[in-house]
């Protein structure tokens, strides 16, 4: 039979098998001699890895978990690492019991090893059985022709690309596994070439289309190999790092974003910026967890670009909270609107839970008028900074409370729950829609965005930060008074804590949308000055690898928590160079009120 015949006959009778099990990124985890782990099996059946490979060397009449005969330790047999516990499994019905393939990698003679092999595995009718348990012979194996020999629950491991033209022989294979080596010199480290990426990509296609699983062994062993040959379509990724690889592996669809919207970048006329002339407004627009890895993310998603990379005015800020390396939003925000390091926690108080006099406050003794946009609940820490004063950022009754009694002219954010027994609507008019308040000659306006929590881009909220900014500075626009404005583009943070990209970045991509309604009202204008920021880092994010072509950003994290790193600041218009440098968040208020020429004393 002619090989082409023969790969069509093969592909004729896998149909089925193709149809379920060779779609690309349906991937297992084989741990490559895992007899060398320091806790053989347990750990990596803990870790849901769905292929385990034992070396086995018979020595007299014992079939020994080693590589070869001088490494043998009493005891450390197929029976007590691997059969045992698999029997354990079975019958305790631990886990979930998905399904496992034995691979196991004779290195003695082989004809004398598997029969030793196929009588010990008579002695487990569980595991030969069991629909969920592959025994697969690896290694030292006997003829081809010798397959159809053993019982049906034996299979094979093929270790060659040339077809098998018996039909009851190719039956009798499990997977096919090949030396990566032979193919490429990749390390795992950086990218393959072109070349060879269109070499080892043929070779899996090739596996693949005889309808079998299909295995490199001798490959590199990294996060970034893993997710190469993941994308790849290898069916059965080598490791040797069983518990990493299954975390890295299985997260890696809520770690790996296509962004679908790009959001249109404008580009500044610069023709106020750094200007020595007077100010009369200030926005300063707080990203909550927008660290410089969260902002590169968006970036390189949005076409390599934001209207917030276009900034020539940049510097850095030091996030430390008065009691601690780590700060909340509560003690970052306070920080931010009064220009005094507090505890965590707290808002708008000091270390003794003192009031401290927040910028919106000193500035309306100044004429000035102000609000404050969010997507988060308005009583939320980072905007409760700017109006509240309360010993704990869980005081929403009281901190709603606060916002009642504030210098505000203008709030939009969630959570109108907050507000069912309060007087607020005899202090603001509460308008039902973002599009009404550009257009409200009322002295004090609000808007609710929801009941409870603000929803975020996934979820559907569109772009209402940016029509919230753009109706906000219309509105205060109008009263031809100075005014202060705060900005929050707050769910960058939430998704931070639930360590997904999708959320990180969309959200990042939303907040640029927001900055570009300030950049473009402070060219309006020619006195406005916009400042950009975050309250701190959230979850250690960087971004190991990435698609321009695609808007595809992969992420990593440390931590579900905040981070200590520092935030960068940016500044447009009038005196933004006087924002530039490293310096402590708490040190912005002063910088404000300098560039305003404001005499405080």
């Known amino acids: 039979m002619s090989r082409p015949r023969t790969l069509f006959f093969y592909l004729f009778l896998t149909v089925v098998q193709l149809a379920t099990s060779q779609e690309k990124n349906q991937f297992q985890i084989h741990s490559h001699n895992d007899y060398h782990q320091s806790v053989p ?12 490979e034992v070396d086995v060397f018979l020595k007299n009449d014992t079939l020994f ?19 045992q516990p698999i029997q354990n499994v079975l019958s305790l019905e631990l886990g979930s019991q998905p399904k496992l393939q034995l691979l196991i990698d004779i290195k003695s003679e082989a004809r004398s090893s598997l029969k030793k092999l196929t009588s010990i595995l008579e002695g487990y009718p569980d595991i ?25 629950y034996i299979l094979f491991d093929y270790q060659s690309l040339e077809g098998i033209e018996d039909v009851k022989v190719w039956n009798k294979v499990a997977l096919i596994s ?25 070779v899996i296609e090739q596996a693949h289309s005889y309808g079998k699983p299909f295995r490199f062994w001798g490959a590199p062993d990294s996060k970034t190999a893993w997710k190469a040959f993941r994308d790849l379509g290898v069916d059965f990724i080598n490791t040797d790092m069983p518990s990493r690889a299954s975390t890295y592996l299985k997260t890696l669809d809520q770690r790996v974003y296509y962004t679908k919207n790009i959001s249109k970048v404008y580009t500044p006329t610069f023709a106020s910026d750094q200007k020595i002339i007077p100010i009369q407004n200030v926005i300063l627009l707080i990203g909550d967890g927008n660290g410089l890895t969260q902002i590169s993310s968006a970036t390189l998603a949005n076409e390599g670009n934001l209207t917030l990379t276009q900034l020539k005015s940049i510097g850095l800020l030091k996030t430390q909270s008065a009691d601690d390396f780590t700060t909340d939003s509560a003690a970052a925000g306070t920080a931010l609107a009064t220009g005094e390091k507090t505890n965590n926690r707290a808002i708008g108080v000091d270390t003794s839970q003192r009031p401290l006099q927040n910028i919106t406050e000193l500035l309306s003794e100044h004429g000035f008028l102000s609000g404050c946009i969010t997507t988060d609940k308005i009583t939320g820490a980072t905007p409760a900074s700017f109006y509240a004063h309360q010993k704990d950022r869980s005081d929403t009754l009281e901190i709603a409370g606060d916002l009642l009694k504030s210098k505000l002219s203008l709030f939009i954010g969630g959570g109108s729950n907050d507000f069912q027994n309060s007087q607020l609507s005899k202090r603001f008019d509460v308008l039902t829609d973002v599009g009404f308040i550009g257009k409200s000659e009322k002295a004090k306006i609000g808007h609710f965005l929801s009941v409870e929590s603000v929803a975020s881009v996934l979820e559907g909220r569109g772009n209402v930060l940016s029509e919230a900014t753009k109706n906000g500075l219309q509105f205060l626009h109008k009263k031809r008074k100075p005014f202060f404005l705060m900005v929050e583009g707050a769910q960058i943070d939430s998704y931070g804590h639930k360590n997904k990209v999708s959320g990180i970045v969309s959200e990042g991509v939303d907040f640029d949308q927001a900055i570009t309604e300030a950049i473009k009202y402070a060219d309006k204008t020619g006195n406005t000055l916009v400042i950009i920021t975050a309250d701190h880092e959230t ?13 595809m950003i992969e992420g990593d994290f440390t931590t579900h928590d905040h981070t200590g790193a520092m935030v960068p600041i940016f500044a447009y218009g009038p005196r933004s160079q006087e924002f530039q440098g490293v310096y402590e968040n708490s040190d912005l208020f002063g910088k404000i009120l300098k560039v305003l020429s404001l005499n405080t004393q």
């Open 65 to 83: 978990a080693t590589h070869g005969e001088r490494e043998i330790i009493k005891d450390r047999t197929i029976e007590n690492l691997y059969l």
């Open 41 to 52: 099996f347990w750990n990596a059946y803990a870790n849901g890895l769905n292929s385990i």
């Open 539 to 551: 979850s250690g994010f960087s971004i190991p690898q990435g698609n321009l072509k695609n808007h």
């Open 128 to 152: 030969i059985n069991s629909t969920n348990i592959s025994i697969v012979i690896s290694g030292n194996r006997p003829n081809l022709n010798e397959y159809v020999n053993y019982p049906d």
């Open 178 to 202: 090949l030396n990566f080596k032979t193919f490429s010199v990749w390390n795992g480290k950086g990218r393959f070439t072109a070349t060879e990426y269109e070499k080892v990509n043929s």
